[in-house]
T-cell receptor, first 116, second 113 residues
Framework: LAKTTQPISMDSYEGQEVNITCSHN???????ITWYQQFPSQGPRFIIQ???TKVTNEVASLFIPADRKSSTLSLPRVSLSDTAVYYC?????????????????FGKGTKLSVKP | DAGVTQSPTHLIKTRGQQVTLRCSPK?????VSWYQQALGQGPQFIFQ???????QRGNFPDRFSGHQFPNYSSELNVNALLLGDSALYLC????????????FGDGTRLSIL
């Protein structure tokens, strides 16, 4: 499975737009890019998922360039409650049982601190 | 619609003991995965269960074992506990036939004394 690289930490202020970039140079053709958010002592929460170009939902946007070797999670107008660790993962969307695919490989994530 | 539920929320054990953690998947999900998350680290995949069988396994010793029941719920068993087994144990569920992402529970915090 592709390895990802993210900044260890980022600081921002309330109301700002935050962009977290993830590098995944070895992404495979059938890999999707998924972002999770995790608060202390809670399980990761799905944020957004995409394959190419741009994906937007009610909480975030995901920008993926044509070569797919990186992706950027964009959080518009962050608030204090967005302070969390954000994980970028790449892997096949559909889990193939009995093979080497399907499990999620998490890195250390990006610790986002939003200040008032 | 309940999400993924795990029990207990906290547990304290001593070295050498055995522990069983439990997970009920989100309604409609038939696949359960277990992860170990040490303090300050990302979750590490332990294994995945589907149709009551272990389908995939991460780099964890045989002391870690599991089970999935006909109602899709699952157990994680750890034998001969070590201090290094202290971690947050996360359960995630998904539907094997869909393209939807995994949903995580809030985990069981296991402390080994």
């Amino acid at each position: 499975l592709a390895k990802t690289t993210q900044p260890i930490s980022m600081d921002s202020y309330e109301g700002q737009e935050v962009n977290i970039t993830c590098s995944h140079n070895n992404i495979a053709t059938n890999d999707y890019i998924t972002w999770y958010q995790q608060f202390p002592s809670q399980g990761p929460r799905f944020i957004i998922q995409g394959y190419k170009t741009k994906v937007t939902n009610e909480v975030a946007s995901l920008f993926i360039p044509a070569d797919r070797k990186s992706s950027t999670l964009s959080l518009p107008r962050v608030s204090l409650s967005d302070t969390a660790v954000y994980y970028c993962l790449v892997g096949p969307l559909r889990f193939n049982y009995g093979g080497s695919q399907g499990n999620l490989i998490f890195g250390k994530g990006t610790k986002l601190s939003v200040k008032p | 619609d309940a999400g993924v539920t795990q029990s207990p929320t906290h547990l304290i054990k001593t070295r050498g003991q055995q522990v069983t953690l439990r997970c009920s998947p989100k309604s409609g999900h038939d696949t359960v995965s277990w992860y170990q998350q040490a303090l300050g680290q990302g979750p590490q995949f332990i294994f995945q269960y589907y149709e009551e069988e272990e389908r995939q396994r991460g780099n964890f010793p045989d002391r870690f074992s599991g089970h999935q029941f006909p109602n899709y719920s699952s157990e994680l068993n750890v034998n001969a506990l070590l201090l290094g087994d202290s971690a947050l144990y996360l359960c995630a569920s998904s539907s094997g036939g869909s393209n939807q992402p995994q949903h995580f529970g809030d985990g069981t915090r296991l402390s080994i004394l």
